[in-house]
C-alpha cells in the first residue's frame, strides 16, 4: 500500500508531497534495518542494500543542494525513487521478512510485485481523473488543498 498515495497524488497535483516520500524512506530504512538484523537469515543482493539507501540520498541532496539556485532535478529524481522503488520494497521486505518467500513460485513472487505494480497505475490514473468522482470540497474537508481542475460541489457523503 505504500505506493497508493504517492501515486494518487502525483496523479492529481503533479507532484509527490514531501510526506510521501519521507514515508518512503521510512519504510526503506525499516527494510534496510531488518535486513541488518536478519543478514544471517536471508541473503540479500549488495544492489538491494544500495536501492534502499536512495530516499536516504535524496534527504541528503536535498539538504545540501542550494535552495535559490533552484535544483528541479531533485523532482524528477524523488518522483522516480518514489513510484520505482514501492514494488521493489515490497519483494524486499518480503524477502526479508518472509523466510519461505524464495520457496514460492515464481509467478506467485512477481504477481506480489504486479500487484503493487497495478495499485500504483490505478490510483495515479484516480488521481489524474478524480473530478470524475470526487469534489473540490471533498479535497478541502480532508485537509488537502484542491487539486487543478478538481470539479465543483458539495463533498461526497456516505449515507
Not at 13 to 32: G, H, K, Q, S
Not at 44 to 52: C, D, E, F, N, R
Not at 57 to 82: C, D, K, N, Q
Amino acid at each position: 500500500m505504500v505506493i497508493w498515495w504517492p501515486a494518487f497524488t502525483f496523479g492529481a497535483y503533479d507532484a509527490i508531497f514531501f510526506d510521501n516520500v519521507l514515508a518512503l524512506w521510512a519504510v526503506a530504512t525499516a527494510v534496510l534495518l531488518a535486513g541488518l538484523v536478519l543478514h544471517r537469515q536471508v541473503s540479500v543482493p549488495w544492489g538491494s542494500w544500495a536501492a534502499l539507501l536512495l530516499p536516504s540520498l535524496w534527504i541528503v541532496l536535498g539538504m545540501t543542494a542550494p535552495l535559490s539556485r533552484g535544483f528541479h532535478y531533485l523532482h524528477y529524481f524523488e518522483v522516480a525513487v518514489t513510484i520505482l522503488s514501492a514494488p521493489y520494497l515490497t519483494w524486499l521486505l518480503s524477502k526479508i521478512l518472509l523466510s519461505d518467500y524464495d520457496e514460492l513460485p515464481t509467478p506467485q513472487r512477481f504477481g506480489a510485485v504486479g500487484i503493487t505494480l497495478l495499485i500504483g497505475i490505478l490510483a495515479f490514473l484516480l488521481g489524474k481523473f478524480n473530478h470524475l468522482f470526487l469534489t473540490c470540497a471533498d479535497f478541502d474537508v480532508s485537509g488537502n488543498n484542491a487539486p487543478p481542475g478538481c470539479a465543483k460541489g458539495p463533498p461526497y457523503r456516505l449515507r
